[in-house]
């Protein structure tokens, strides 16, 4: 994910791709003013409505509404209204696989769509492949665990995260000549984090840069005191937090308390609002899949993907209404999939596979190809900041939002 | 290991401790004197604290002044839970199942008016810290421990020396023998559960004041607050401060001398150890 070749290579494919999704929209929608009729296309999902993942499961929930909603309203597929069978997997991959399986045996859904979480839809994926149905999904972490076939990742974050990921931050950093010389490593154990902080871990050694602390600690960690007089202690050049939801704010948080700020930090998943908005938060790094920031809302389908989105997040009270990596890779499963059903005007899963396989798909976030190990291909994530309270995308250079550019301490 | 990183995890262990007592003292009254284990007490510190963050934090209202707004609220709450209990005689083990169930009704409260995501209240009433040497001493936390140890040794004192706590201990061990003697126990419990719901208004102050807020964090504390009020006795104020300090205390020396996720082991060690080397405690 660095050098001129891969950022020239990403604009273009984001303009084919923003080109080629305005005409699949417009091919989803021949007569916009036709009314779907016939029996309902139903397609079946879960989502964390409750339980510890309910805030991004509620940031799928708005997407998924909304583009369904927008889906009828230009017709439909193949002339027929759609139907978003929904039901609450309570965050536990238990109760997915149950629901799943419920979902294709007795609500005899046409497709399935995957849930919120990458346990969760490792146990949906096992369901599917169990009854030989395509699964397109969102946000799966671990790309190495997704072997099944006829999964569709919506969210491109290449076969190698764990190498991916710190080597474009590290990059970031090095192109404004104060790259850091020394990491401190602090991680969450949760499954789809840890292992992006071991592989920083590595990359940071093959770099050459001192590892002034490795430390893991219990998802679920309330005090971070202790852990903020470590870092604070080790006193690094760049803090990299394999953090998930508001890890990174609470240990910013303690940190805060011991008067010490981290000189350059990143945060694997953090949850965008409250880092942003926390004056803590200021040169925060982590990586994005999507922003409502040019040139990724250049296209006319983002940009009115990004303001539905604004307004269903306002109207049902979320304090962070911007659509972000979850709202992005979100719309793009949903893209992915029923772009495949308008291509070969076809519900047969085999068929959408083989077609999602050689062709790939046009999506908000890009072309998204499927032709590398496991169905991924090409890492098209980006750097993003908090630069003057908000998040702004910083590299690779050529896609970085007009006017900024990565800043280091 | 530098004297500055032990002595500043040591004071984050005894804030952590303060909180555990604080959250736990309601509880702790109420499995004593009421014979209730009452999980709808996590419920009710965290809808203190959204409405903490709701007038505090989004309509600006001068902070302390909710905070005293919310106990005598919350001690109409905590007389009400009270009331429905006895209608409905619940007792101690269906108590878990219910007040479970409470704590899920309210979650699911919280989630309709507040949404599922993080809300935050900053506070800047109680920011900044104060130094002593090389250890800082955040003033929330310190304002927040200050209370919560006052609290448990308060109510210690009143159960020791009032009328009302004498009162409420002979009712628990002989309530026919304790009402022959104008001991009105059916009001005394009332104010018993009035008191928890009041303490748990103050601690969600403090959750507040101190946490980013979800609230499908409502049991967060649960396993933790267990063990300290377990350890520190049923119904004993200075036994709850003992053994909430200690567990957090001992969590933190974790954090700062081993690997971090280490420290969720601690407060259970402890009380597998007690179990079994003082059963009589428990």
């Known amino acids: 994910m660095q050098g001129r070749n891969f950022a020239d290579a990403t604009r273009r494919s984001m303009l084919i791709a923003g080109f080629g999704l305005t005409l699949a929209v417009g091919a989803l929608a021949p007569a916009t003013a036709q009314q779907p009729s016939g029996p309902p296309i139903r397609i079946g999902g879960t989502l964390a409505l409750t339980g510890p993942l309910a805030q991004t499961g509620a940031i799928h929930k708005i997407v998924g509404d909304l583009f369904v909603e927008q889906l009828n309203k230009k017709g439909g597929l193949l002339g027929r209204p759609v139907e978003w069978v929904l039901l609450d997997d309570q965050s536990k991959p238990d109760v997915t696989r149950t629901l799943y399986e419920r979902l294709i045996t007795v609500d005899k859904v046409d497709l399935i769509i995957g849930p919120y979480a990458t346990a969760s839809i490792l146990s949906a994926m096992a369901v599917a492949q169990r009854y030989n149905k395509i699964l397109v999904h969102s946000t799966f972490g671990i790309p190495k665990l997704a072997t099944y076939e006829r999964q569709f990742p919506g969210w491109p974050l290449g076969f190698e995260p764990e190498k991916g990921m710190p080597t474009a931050a590290l990059d970031a950093l090095n192109s404004t000549g104060k790259g850091p010389k020394s990491i401190a490593i602090v991680t969450s154990k949760f499954p789809s984090v840890q292992f992006v902080a071991a592989g920083a871990r590595e990359v940071a050694k093959s770099r050459g840069l001192k590892e002034a602390l490795y430390l893991e600690f219990e998802f679920g960690t309330r005090d971070f005191g202790p852990i903020a007089a470590r870092v604070r202690e080790a006193d690094a050049d760049f803090l990299f937090m394999g953090a998930i939801g508001l890890e990174g704010n609470q240990l910013l948080e303690a940190l805060e308390k011991l008067n010490y700020k981290p000189r350059n930090h990143f945060y694997v998943y953090p949850t965008p609002g409250p880092m942003a908005s926390s004056p803590l938060g200021d040169g925060a790094l982590s990586n994005t899949a999507f922003e409502n920031l040019p040139p990724l809302n250049a296209s006319p389908s983002a940009a009115a993907f990004a303001k539905g989105f604004n307004e269903a997040a306002a109207k049902a009270g979320l304090p962070y209404t911007e659509p972000e990596t979850q709202a992005g890779a979100s719309w793009s499963a949903w893209e992915i999939l029923t772009g495949a059903v308008a291509a070969t005007k076809s519900l047969d899963d085999k068929v959408l596979t083989e077609w999602l396989k050689k062709n790939g798909a046009d999506t908000i976030i890009g072309h998204i190809s499927f032709n590398g190990p496991n169905n991924y291909g090409p890492d098209l994530m980006r750097i993003k900041q908090v630069q003057k309270g908000k998040w702004v995308i910083i590299w690779p250079k050529d896609i970085a939002t007009p006017g900024y550019s990565p800043q280091a301490k | ?282």
């Open chain 2, 1 to 282: 290991m530098s004297a500055t990183l032990l002595g500043q995890s040591i004071l984050s262990g005894i804030f952590a401790g303060s909180l555990y007592a604080l959250i736990g003292l309601g509880m702790s009254l109420s499995w004593r004197y009421l014979r209730v284990i009452n999980l709808a007490h996590f419920a009710f510190v965290f809808f203190a604290a959204y409405l903490t963050y709701e007038f505090a934090g989004v309509r600006g209202v001068n902070p302390f002044v909710v905070a005293l707004a919310l106990v005598p609220l919350f001690f109409l709450l905590g007389v009400l839970q009270q009331v429905l209990i006895l209608r409905f005689s619940i007792n101690e083990f269906s108590s878990i199942i219910v007040t479970y169930g409470l704590a899920i009704v309210a979650e699911a409260v919280i989630q309709l008016i507040w949404s599922a995501d993080f809300v935050r209240y900053e506070n800047r009433a109680m920011h900044g810290n104060l130094a002593l040497g090389t250890l800082l001493f955040p003033v929330a936390d310190l304002v927040m421990a200050g209370i919560a140890i006052g609290l448990c040794f308060a109510v210690w004192a009143a159960l020791h020396f009032t009328w009302l706590g004498k009162a409420l201990r002979a009712g628990l061990d002989n309530p026919q023998i304790a009402a022959s003697f104008g001991v009105p126990n059916q009001r005394l419990l009332l104010l018993v559960a009035g008191s928890a719901g009041a303490l748990a208004a103050v601690g969600g102050f403090f959750v507040a004041v101190l946490y980013t807020l979800a609230p499908s964090q409502i049991f967060s504390w649960l396993g933790v607050v267990f063990a300290a009020v377990l350890l520190g006795g049923l119904g004993n104020p200075i036994g709850l401060v003992a053994a909430s300090l200690l567990i957090g205390i001992s969590e933190a020396i974790t954090m700062a001398v081993t690997a971090p996720s280490w420290a969720p082991v601690v407060p259970f060690t402890i009380l597998i150890l007690l179990l079994v080397l003082w059963p009589e405690r428990v």
